[in-house]
């Protein structure tokens, strides 16, 4: 194998398939990109088992081929070689990288050790605008669980109706958004890795363009301008929001989003490293009063507020709330309780879009 290309060209094609490149992994083919020279173009490609990204880019190519490569420590050596023309080639001692008057050896591994990744999805999809797809999906990823005592919960629950939402949850916190689909075939509901859905907002650049996702035999795919994203799906049940989601309340507050940022973000201060990093709210009399105490000492401040309902004095995880709070959208926000140990949700006062709710953790201070 032998090509000729850009290394800026390069460096990004590289940086983003070494994304889906596993880690401390027991097969070490895992941690590898394949690269392939064939006709005009160099194909990369890289897989975890569960996501898999391939890039195509243009080359000149001297002799076709194929090899492995490790991804990570590739993405960092050619992300050094931007501004140069790279000469890629393959030999007895393993991969030559050749430029400017340099040489330098990479080892590799036979592309024949590479699993085979199914590019073939197509059978059902749906089409939104990139603005749209990339708006949502900031919006609820943040939620999703970290841990693997429940797989399900590191994905996000796609339900295709009218419009698409979108759930996410971690056993603390759930998120809820919705955006407009422009046409839809086949499946309803799908559960995706919330890696998988940062990955493909990631590769879109624009805003009113449309991108297609196509979903067949538990697997979902996205392509745009030679970078293709194709992960499996999550399979089991899901968290039935409607069970979780109060539709009355005692008490709501409406309020400045950035005042109450603000607040929290001073409360947080002398609460860092605590384990539960609480936060109290008192609501009531048009006003609330935020505070936090450590053994470093104490915060409280009152902002101004529409109150509306019973008066309430509720704790909670700091970084829950400002998450939620900074993912709204609108200058004001309202948030509705049913007492002290209830789930509350946080809601943009006019366009209710999107939904955040969290569970308040008792204070015995």
């Known amino acids: 194998m032998k090509f000729v290309c850009d290394g800026l060209t390069l460096s990004e094609a590289v940086m983003k398939v070494s994304k889906a490149c596993a880690v401390r992994t027991m097969a070490p083919v895992m941690e590898c990109i394949k690269i392939g020279a064939e006709r005009d173009g160099v194909t990369l490609l890289a897989t975890d088992g569960e996501l898999s990204i391939r890039k195509q880019i243009k080359a000149e190519i001297f002799e076709e081929g ?4 490790p991804g990570k420590l590739f993405a960092d050596f050619i992300g ?10 393959t030999g007895e001692k393993g991969m030559e990288i050749k430029y400017r008057d340099s ?3 990479m080892q590799t591994i036979s592309a024949d050790e590479f ?17 749209a797809l990339k708006k949502i999906i900031a919006e609820t990823t943040f939620c999703c669980a970290q841990d693997d005592s429940r797989p399900v919960l590191k994905g996000c629950l796609l339900e295709l109706k009218d419009k698409l939402q979108i759930t996410a949850l971690d056993g603390y916190r759930l998120a809820l958004s919705e955006a407009e689909i422009l046409s839809k075939s086949g499946e309803n509901s799908i559960i995706c890795p919330a890696r998988t859905l940062t990955e493909i907002a990631r590769m879109l650049p624009g805003e009113e363009e449309e991108i297609t996702l196509y979903t067949q035999g ?17 399979q089991g049940d899901f968290v039935k929001k409607e069970n979780v989601i109060p539709s009355r309340f005692a008490t709501t507050v409406s309020l400045s989003k950035e005042e109450l940022i603000a607040s929290v973000e001073r409360a947080a201060i002398l609460i860092r490293g ?6 109290t709210l008192e609501i009531g009399g048009g006003t609330v009063r935020i505070s936090s105490a450590s053994e470093i000492g104490t915060v409280a401040e009152t902002i101004s507020a ?7 004095s509720i704790s909670m995880n700091a970084k829950y709330l400002l998450d939620s ?7 004001e926000v309202t948030i509705s309780f049913n007492g002290a140990i209830s789930p509350f949700i946080l809601q943009n006062k006019c366009q209710k879009e999107s939904l955040y709710l969290i569970l308040p953790v008792r204070n015995n201070a």
């Open 274 to 279: 605590d384990k539960n990093n609480l936060v």
């Open 66 to 69: 194929e090899i492995c490569v």
């Open 80 to 89: 050094k070689l931007t501004e140069e023309e790279i000469s890629i080639s």
């Open 306 to 312: 529409e109150t509306d309902g019973v008066d309430l």
């Open 218 to 234: 538990g697997m979902l795919l996205v392509s745009y301008e030679g970078t293709v994203v194709v992960s499996r799906l999550y």
């Open 115 to 131: 699993p085979q990744i199914n590019m073939q999805v197509g059978e059902d999809s749906f089409v939104m605008k990139q603005g």
């Open 103 to 105: 040489a330098s050896y």
């Open 325 to 331: 709070l900074r993912a709204l959208t609108e200058e």
